[in-house]
């Protein structure tokens, strides 16, 4: 069973391109394990994030790479959330944007912030 808040967690995760390469063809060849520990190894992924992000490599599908494409992909996920932030932003409540973005997608911390300030730089949010 999917846990909803860790696939959506591992789907606004950034992880570099090298490790999602090497995690895809660990899994490959039954490292499952390992995989999940070379995700978490270069990411904010905890682990059941990571396990949920090892089986969208397995499916075919790209992580993001960058705070960047995360935020687009929270964009597609959960527009209203998005509004939600951008307007906690835009009254200076920058905690309060991170801590909303981690109770609805079990984000981690650090990888809350940073897309968080992603948001924040964008255009129109200053």
């Known amino acids: 069973m999917t846990n909803t808040k860790a696939r959506t967690a591992a ?4 992880v570099g391109q090298e490790a999602q390469d ?7 060849d039954g490292r499952t394990g390992k ?6 190894k270069d990411s904010w992924l905890k682990r059941g994030p990571a396990r949920e992000a090892l089986a969208l490599l397995v499916d075919g ?5 960058s ?3 995360a935020l687009d992909a929270l964009r597609r996920l959960d527009g209203p959330l998005v509004g939600e932030l951008s307007a ?20 981690d911390l650090a990888g809350g ?14």
């Open 35 to 40: 995989a999940v520990r070379r995700l978490r």
């Open 22 to 28: 090497e995690a895809r063809a660990l899994a490959r």
């Open 11 to 14: 789907m606004i995760t950034p």
């Open 113 to 126: 912030y940073h897309l968080v300030v992603e948001l924040g730089s964008g255009p129109g949010t200053h």
């Open 88 to 107: 906690l932003l835009e009254g200076g409540r920058q905690i309060a944007a991170v801590k909303l973005l981690r109770e609805r997608t079990g984000i």
């Open 61 to 65: 599908q790209a992580l993001p790479t």
């Open 67 to 69: 705070s960047g494409q």
